[in-house]
């Protein structure tokens, strides 16, 4: 059977589906925010995805193509930093880059915000 584009494991997949379709219709202030200039290509051109199903793992967003995830966070935690230390430790291991951003510099340092995403699509480009 062809792999998905999502690389999301089979056994892993029942759990998620719903869990991604609940993200994706309400998403944090800052992840709607921060939609708006990924969506549509607007960004570089490159094609993201939302609340998308990689692994074991929902990311906020996604480009398939630049192997590039986007991360807000919110609070932290004691034990969700050791959660999230492993969760891109993992991805990474997938072959994912991984970009984190807190929810106020999304929505406070939006031009930051993207330029670093900028920079990090321009870089993979040319093989950096």
Same mark, same amino acid.
């Given at each position: 059977?062809p792999?998905?584009p999502y690389?999301?494991? !089979?056994?892993?997949w %029942?759990r998620?589906?719903?869990?991604?379709r609940?993200? &994706?219709? #309400? %998403?944090?202030?800052? !992840?709607? =925010?921060?939609?708006?200039?990924? &969506?549509? /290509?607007?960004?570089n051109?490159a $094609?993201?995805?939302? *609340? =998308?199903a990689? @692994?074991?793992?929902?990311?906020?967003?996604?480009?398939l193509s630049?192997?590039? +995830?986007?991360e807000? #966070?919110?609070a932290? =935690?004691? #034990? $969700?930093?050791?959660y #999230? /230390?492993q969760? *891109?430790?993992e991805?990474? @291991?997938? @072959?994912?880059r +991984?970009?984190?951003?807190s929810? !106020?510099?999304?929505? =406070? *340092?939006?031009r930051?915000?993207?330029r670093?995403i900028?920079? !990090?699509?321009?870089?993979?480009?040319l093989?950096?």
């Amino acid at each position: 059977m062809p792999k998905r584009p999502y690389e999301t494991a !089979e056994a892993h997949w %029942p759990r998620l589906k719903p869990r991604v379709r609940q993200k &994706r219709k #309400d %998403p944090t202030p800052a !992840e709607a =925010h921060l939609w708006r200039y990924l &969506r549509n /290509r607007r960004l570089n051109q490159a $094609k993201f995805r939302r *609340q =998308h199903a990689i @692994g074991r793992y929902i990311v906020d967003f996604v480009c398939l193509s630049a192997r590039l +995830v986007i991360e807000v #966070d919110g609070a932290y =935690h004691g #034990d $969700k930093i050791d959660y #999230d /230390r492993q969760r *891109q430790a993992e991805l990474e @291991g997938m @072959g994912y880059r +991984v970009l984190r951003f807190s929810n !106020e510099a999304v929505l =406070h *340092q939006t031009r930051e915000v993207l330029r670093q995403i900028a920079a !990090e699509l321009n870089s993979f480009e040319l093989g950096i």
